[in-house]
């Protein structure tokens, strides 16, 4: 991830503009007159050979002739001039060029060289960094920057925007300014050559002005690096974004159910979620949910009560949350009973509540509390008509304390305009959520729940390897390397079974059979009644042919149905290779649930795991959820409660319910399959069936394919907890474990850096607080194992600590972009030093870095704290005191050298 070099990009203290233009409505022109008309304060350089001045500036005919590097170049001249620009704003020391010239993907210069890889090329050793080519610029208010030819400029506040539509740019400022939004930064990435949204998103989710960060994206180009600036960003701001593309792009060209459902928009979907971020469904709302996040109440479920006085608002709002995935609350027999006394007879008697238009200001008030106090919902829409009976104001100004003191966040929506105005703005000024229509108020409520478990995702760390029983992992691979071996794309029905089966997933007896005479000989042995299906490599759904008879219950019955099969094959599939038959018992389950549970590979995001509702039909009915690997029990679970299906599994009427605990087992089974088999290229786990008593494969599909990537895990978009990280030592009368960190551990960590003197702390972080905001605790705990490592040692713990482990020290290691250094830190509790702890975790470290090629570990130690001088001293670090500060630099090379730690 690379966040270097940003700031010379959105805080220069001087800029270029190459290419800058006297001719009205050029480019050129409008940067110029941009910049100087937002206040920037520092120089501003045109430069252009074919003018003296421009906009009154002195212009120069080269970048060589300008007076020093500028810290910012803004280009705006013809493709065939830009990697030699580069190449000299680089060499003169410039660290940050935007490039708004259109037309250089795809450009070549007069030798067939493209442009843009030889831009990069240019910018490389100088580690100069491009924000485009192809884009209309950026904004930072707060600074008077604005490095754009957008025609609107905007004021300073707290969003981030982020947009890779340029034709967006002027229109969202436009509609901005006239609400009254200010932006932090307005950035166009334009064709993201190098600087992307991961960059960005990294740099504005550190950026203490920015509150929240908003997104509009087409495609992306790194998903793991977008998903890991993400995740990181979102643990401590909002991150809303709009995708275009929902609609689908045409029938992929995949050969199990599981490819064909998981299209790219789901898989986006399951990326947001997983990162927890927030997807919209356009720009208006957008800018809706930024405000809603950041000011409105946390909802801790789905179940909403409306109360309204005009029916056909509470209509409206009722149709909004049936659509958008909101539940209506169902009152209570007791909260129906307190209405009762309050409301007229021709009350609704149902949610939404109607208290009829000529409610008084009293009954608004009282019919408030009850609802406020019903437990049967997670949050109250309050929807006012303007009516002529009472004044809006009146009745805001009476509801105000009670919405605030109700035990249910309420929202307010204010229907109306003008005879509302001083109504929504007294709820609005209490803190109130306020809305101006049903539809809004209604999305805002469903934003904030979906945001809420989105969140709960992104704290969930499955591990790299699964508890106990463990799969077995060499016969599997076993399986899958002899099957590309002897040249199979797709497993036969026995080698799938056995697939499943080696993870512990049930599946039905299976015979092959390569004839007749051998399929029956094999049901004699299973004992009737059988299934009897086709075996064919080029037939992937055996129901297109009429390859599966169920329920036979004779030899005689067998043989008319396999020659009858056979026959079918030939004539609807001549070119299809038939190698026989499989033989099943049939497996008699009258009140069991047919399900999919299986994985495809997105070119994006890698793969990915889909669930929904199984059988022949199940394109046509469509019913899924999509997923991201890694997954673990709770994962699994959230899965399963995005599909339709998870209701009927619930159980109904005399059908039980099924086997939740079975059913999530099958999807950690499968995440792990992804994780340990990178040959794995689809599967179909279809029908797996399941009720009360657990779940069974009854049939599955699945292709393999060569690949040259060593671990299974290095194509997750989303690396799992490292599980095989861990390490145990003996400690004291017992034992210690050296871990990654993972976010679970917030209490603990808070527990430990609360047990450090206030000295020890000093000497960490340079600072004697003891103390530590939630979002720094989270930040600190719930880490991206793929851009930052933290171990902790963690002992049993003493008695009043219920035996729960304690937290005894921790070492944490920050790579930069080009993994070529680490920064570290280590802390041991206070009464635990002199004890070779602090050893063993910067071997553990220097360990892991040196197996992930980091080039060096680097450090700064206050002059004073000898303990970690003398540490360092004996693991091989290099000390450099320039006697400049207080602090020493600490250095040890990693890949130059076979020496230091071991272990």
């Not at 969202?172 to 950035?187: E, K, M, Q, Y």
């Amino acid at each position: 991830m690379s966040t270097r070099n940003l700031e010379y990009l959105f805080a220069p203290r001087s800029v270029a503009v190459i290419g800058a233009s006297e001719r009205p409505a050029s480019v050129g022109y409008t940067v110029m007159r941009n910049l100087l008309a937002d206040g920037f304060e520092g120089p501003i350089w045109p430069v252009n050979p074919k003018y003296a001045q421009v906009a009154g500036r002195q212009a120069y005919a080269s970048v060589k002739e300008l007076p020093q590097a500028p810290e910012l170049a803004v280009i705006c001249t013809p493709p065939p001039t830009l990697p030699g620009l580069i190449e000299e704003l680089g060499g003169r020391g410039s660290r940050a060029a935007v490039v708004l010239t259109a037309g250089v993907d795809g450009a070549a210069d007069r030798k067939g060289r493209h442009i843009t890889e030889r831009m990069l090329q240019a910018a490389q050793p100088h580690l100069l960094r491009i924000l485009g080519p192809n884009c209309v610029g950026f904004l930072v208010p707060g600074l008077g920057l604005n490095a754009s030819f957008a025609r609107i400029s905007t004021v300073s506040g707290p969003l981030a925007f982020v947009s890779q539509s340029g034709a967006l740019v002027t229109a969202v400022l436009d509609w901005a300014n006239s609400r009254g939004i200010g932006f932090s930064h307005f950035i166009s990435v334009g064709d993201r050559l190098d600087v992307d949204f991961g960059d960005l998103i990294d740099y504005l989710g550190s950026d203490p002005h920015t509150r929240a960060i908003l997104l509009y994206v087409e495609s992306i180009k790194t998903p793991r690096k977008f998903l890991s600036a993400a995740r990181a960003a979102a643990r401590n701001k909002p991150v809303i974004v709009v995708k275009t593309g929902r609609a689908p792009e045409g029938a992929r060209a995949a050969a199990t159910h599981s490819g064909v459902l998981a299209g790219a928009d789901d898989v986006f979907d399951a990326a947001i979620r997983r990162a927890g971020m927030l997807r919209v469904e356009n720009l208006l709302d957008l800018f809706v949910a930024v405000e809603t996040l950041a000011r409105g109440p946390r909802f801790e479920g789905d179940r909403l009560l409306i109360v309204t006085n005009g029916g056909g608002a509470g209509v409206l709002a009722a149709d909004a949350a049936a659509l958008g995935g909101a539940r209506l609350a169902e009152l209570s027999a007791q909260t129906i009973a307190r209405l009762d006394a309050l409301l007229p007879p021709t009350w609704s008697r149902a949610n939404p509540v109607d208290i009829v238009g000529d409610a008084p200001v009293e009954r608004y008030v009282e019919t408030l509390k009850v609802l406020g106090d019903a437990t049967e919902a997670d949050a109250v829409l309050f929807i006012h008509a303007p009516s002529a009976i009472v004044p809006a104001d009146a009745i805001a100004e009476a509801c105000v304390p009670v919405a605030q003191q109700a035990s249910r966040p309420v929202l307010s929506c204010w229907l109306g305009a003008a005879s509302v105005q001083d109504a929504w703005r007294r709820f609005a000024q209490a803190g109130i959520a306020s809305y101006y229509t049903p539809e809004e108020a209604v999305r805002a409520f469903v934003h904030s729940v979906t945001y809420r478990r989105n969140q709960e995702q992104l704290l969930q760390a499955p591990p790299s390897a699964g508890d106990e029983p463990a799969p077995d992992r060499s016969r599997a691979r076993g399986l899958l390397r002899a099957a590309l071996a002897a040249g199979q794309q797709w497993l036969n029905e026995a080698q799938a079974r056995e697939l499943l089966a080696t993870y512990g997933i049930p599946v039905v007896e299976t015979r092959s059979a390569p004839s007749v005479y051998s399929a029956r000989a094999a049901a004699e042995s299973i004992g009737y009644p059988v299934a009897l299906k086709l075996a064919s490599p080029d037939i992937s759904h055996k129901s297109d042919v009429r390859g599966v008879v169920l329920d036979i219950e004779s030899a005689d019955e067998l043989r008319t149905a396999a020659v009858a099969m056979l026959r079918r094959a030939r004539e609807l599939r001549p070119e299809a290779r038939l190698e026989g038959f499989v033989v099943q018992p049939m497996v008699r389950r009258p009140k069991a649930f047919e399900l999919l549970v299986g994985m495809a590979s997105d070119p994006q995001f890698g793969p990915v795991i889909v669930f929904g509702h199984g059988g022949t039909a199940v394109e046509i009915v469509g019913d899924r959820a999509v997923a991201l690997p890694p997954l673990n029990t709770a994962l699994a679970r959230e899965v399963v409660s995005r599909t339709r299906i998870a209701r009927l599994l619930a159980g109904y009427r005399d059908r039980p319910a099924a086997n939740l605990a079975a059913i999530c087992d099958v999807l950690v089974a499968v995440s792990q399959m992804v994780i340990d088999l990178p040959e794995l290229a689809e599967l179909d786990i279809n029908p797996l069936l399941t009720d009360e008593s657990g779940v069974i494969a009854l049939d599955a599909r699945v292709r393999v394919a060569r690949q040259d990537i060593a671990r299974g895990e290095a194509r997750l978009a989303i690396r799992p907890y490292p599980r095989e990280l861990e390490e145990t030592f003996a400690w004291d009368d017992g034992q210690m474990l050296l871990r990654p960190i993972r976010p679970d551990d917030g209490e603990r960590h808070l527990a430990f850096l609360q047990r450090l003197d206030p000295e020890d702390i000093r000497m960490r972080v340079f600072s004697s607080r003891r103390s530590i905001a939630p979002s720094e605790l989270a930040r600190l705990t719930q880490i991206d194992y793929e851009r930052e490592m933290a171990f902790i040692a963690t002992i049993a713990g003493a008695d009043g600590t219920d035996g729960q482990p304690e937290t005894i020290g921790t070492v944490r290691a920050v790579t930069d972009a080009d993994n070529a250094r680490a920064e570290f830190g280590i802390v041991v509790r206070s009464d635990l030093k002199g004890r070779s702890l602090g050893f063993l975790l910067m071997n553990k470290m220097i360990r892991y870095c040196r197996s992930r090629g980091t080039g060096e570990l680097v450090g700064d130690v206050l002059r004073e704290n000898t303990g970690m001088l003398k540490l360092a001293r004996a693991l091989g670090f290099q000390i450099t005191d320039d006697h400049q500060n207080d602090f020493v630099n600490i250095r040890l090379p990693l890949r130059e050298t076979a020496q230091g730690a071991s272990g």
